[in-house]
């Protein structure tokens, strides 16, 4: 299995920006996917994950109703749209696959497979 993660870059605060992650190989629809995200000095933090049909989602509180993640199973994609971005929310984005059926979202450890990480800047 492996992620690639895409669509980081530059954006003001309260602009917009949609990162997405590509999988390869089988049975993607079976498996939550999430996006973390590391900001420089600060450990990796939980932003959002998504069950493997797409039906639950689940979404850290400072993110929640300006963050929105989705998946289209055809195309064994996960996205993550951003709104209402904030210099807070500056930080590598990477996106991550469970590596079995079981456990919450947030936990790191639930997770075994990683993409390489996308910078996402806010300026203020």
């Known amino acids: 299995v492996q992620l690639q993660a895409s669509g980081g870059g530059l954006v003001q605060a309260g602009g917009s920006l949609r990162i997405s992650c590509a999988a390869s190989g089988r049975s993607f629809s079976l498996y939550d996917m999430a996006w973390f995200r590391q900001a420089p000095g600060k450990e990796r933090e939980f932003v959002a994950g998504i069950s493997g049909s797409g039906v639950s989602t689940y979404y850290r509180d400072s993110v929640k109703g300006r963050f929105t993640i989705s998946r289209d199973n055809v195309k064994n994609t996960v996205y993550l749209q951003m709104n209402s971005l904030k210099p807070e929310d500056t930080a590598s984005y990477y996106c991550?696959?469970?590596?079995?059926?079981?456990?919450?979202?947030?936990?790191?450890?639930?997770?075994?497979?990683w993409g390489q990480g996308t910078q996402v800047t806010v300026s203020s």
């Open positions: 991550a696959r469970k590596t079995d059926y079981s456990g919450g979202y947030t936990d790191s450890s639930m997770y075994g497979y």
